[in-house]
């Protein structure tokens, strides 16, 4: 990491000079001061900003150990390495309890100079780097930064704000795709442990043994292929804030260890009869009623009761309505600065159809909805076609294709006339592929975004289907209820050939 300042600090000025030499080799810029007081000095001058001091422990007014204390006073992140030909055991441990970087003995190595310059600049640099990061990020998930303005949402983060700063337990509910993470991170980040660790569990996603591991990690040999001891998140957690997502579907045998964590804050790993106490904020979600699954025996009643401390609902979009046009907004300037458009605007008929869709996919729909639209849109106005929306329940699964011309007319709708035959699901996805290719210029990875599928279904489905010749553009809709993207893909006639 070159081009950083240094302060020497050394009465001998040979060995200022020979600092100088070496660290000037790695492109450093180096000052040097004979006594602790110039050195000070030099820290103080307002043009003067160092990135790290050597100092020796004798000196001729101060100790090195008065140096370390007033530098740390001033800047505690400064890297500070201390120099002596003195060196003691209680000397070198006072040093590094007082902050210092590390602890040189003379003679020392040229070459151990040029490491420790560069393994402590690199730390100063991770740390401030994380310290920007974690600025960012509480500027990402601020309550000030809420897209909307019903009562319903405003209620729950009102809510959210008054618990973030307090230790209590946060039971998040609220359908698929309503915002439960981000509402998870914010309170995280808005709070007193926002320099600490924030973890996500989902517990959907592992079965019952593996997400006890996940949890509580595990000993060295306590079970087949237990190789290593593992870490488990509560443990990662400490001092933070765990998130356990989709808590609904925990089984009850890992509810009842769960129960203990909440009860007693310590656990033990598995294959291990050590306690381990941990300070760490809960904050579960589910979009389960929790209620009817203690009522039917699947989760625990008293577990119910320690996680819903502070509850806090989320709405579905369908029931606020009003915060769609605020959402569009938000989610166009988004896309439009990822993928370097100028803003884009939506004319009064797509508003209307996103005002009309019954977003079953919450939030999370209309932001995928909204993506495939900025990509779409051929000028500075999203139109209704752009959106890829199709009537309520309608998709490529039931082969009832909703397809538009490029003009937006409507080709096929719902084919009324029954006279006229329905596409085939075969055809009706090649069409889809087709259009997709086209409008994305022929790039695979693009059209799979579009198409809300990953790039690797795509090709597969044009490897084993059979080109099918496209008369008429078509469109469909890729909102599946839940709010996930459907896997529609297909071949086009015109690039049929494999890749």
């Not at 915002?179 to 660790?197: C, F």
């Not at 973890?199 to 595990?218: I, S």
């Not at 939030?363 to 009537?391: F, G, K, T, Y």
């Not at 090649?430 to 795509?458: F, N, P, S, Y």
Request: include cysteine; proline fraction near 4%.
């Amino acid at each position: 990491m070159p081009g950083q300042n240094i302060l020497v600090i050394d009465d001998e000025k040979h060995l200022c000079e020979l600092l100088t030499d070496v660290l000037s080799r790695d492109e450093h810029r180096v000052q040097s001061a004979n006594t602790g007081t110039a050195g000070l000095a030099l820290l103080s001058e307002s043009d003067s900003e160092f990135d790290m001091v050597f100092t020796d422990m004798k000196l001729p007014d101060m100790t090195g150990i008065q140096v370390l204390k007033e530098v740390k006073r001033r800047t505690p992140q400064m890297p500070v390495v201390m120099m002596t030909g003195f060196a003691t055991k209680e000397t070198a441990v006072e040093a590094m309890r007082l902050g210092a970087y590390d602890y040189l003995a003379k003679p020392f190595n040229i070459a151990d100079i040029s490491l420790v310059a560069r393994r402590a600049l690199e730390r100063n640099q991770l740390i401030d780097e994380n310290r920007y990061l974690r600025d960012e990020l509480r500027a990402r998930y601020n309550f000030d930064n809420i897209v909307g303005s019903s009562d319903l949402i405003q209620a729950a983060y009102v809510l959210a704000a008054k618990v973030a700063n307090q230790n209590a337990t946060v039971l998040i509910t609220g359908e698929s795709g309503t915002g439960k993470e981000v509402l998870a991170r914010t309170i995280h980040y808005q709070s007193g442990r926002a320099d600490k660790p924030f973890v996500k569990v989902n517990c959907a996603a592992l079965p019952e043994h593996l997400l006890e591991d996940e949890l509580f990690g595990h000993e060295k040999g306590s079970f087949t292929d237990a190789h290593t001891q593992r870490i488990g998140r509560f443990e990662w957690a400490h001092t933070g804030t765990l998130f356990l997502d989709e808590i609904g579907e925990v089984s009850l045998p890992v509810q009842v260890k769960l129960l203990r964590v909440l009860q007693e804050r310590e656990f033990e790993r598995i294959g291990s009869s050590k306690t381990i106490r941990v300070d760490v904020r809960i904050i579960a979600a589910t979009n389960k009623d929790l209620q009817k699954a203690i009522a039917d025996g699947s989760f625990r009643e008293d577990l119910f009761y320690r996680l819903n401390v502070v509850p806090i609902e989320l709405p579905p979009l369908r029931e606020r309505r009003a915060d769609i046009p605020l959402l569009v907004e938000h989610f166009i300037k988004k896309y439009c600065e990822e993928t370097g458009r100028s803003l884009l605007s939506v004319d009064d008929g797509a508003m209307q159809m996103l005002q009309d869709h019954p977003w079953r996919g919450n939030i999370r729909e209309l932001e995928n909805c909204i993506e495939r639209a900025v990509i779409l849109a051929e000028d500075d106005v999203i139109q209704a076609r752009h959106l890829l929306l199709a009537p309520e329940g309608l998709n490529v699964q039931n082969a009832q294709a909703w397809a538009v011309s490029p003009q937006g007319t409507p080709v096929a709708g719902l084919h009324k006339d029954k006279a006229e035959p329905l596409p085939t699901l075969r055809e009706a996805e090649a069409r889809l592929i087709a259009q997709a290719i086209e409008r994305a210029g022929g790039d695979e990875a693009v059209a799979a975004k579009m198409l809300d599928i990953d790039v690797e279904t795509l090709l597969a489905k044009r490897q084993v289907i059979e080109p099918v010749a496209v008369k008429e553009p078509i469109t469909a809709s890729f909102a599946d209820g839940q709010g996930q993207g459907t896997e529609a893909s297909h071949a086009k006639k015109a690039v049929s050939k494999k890749r």
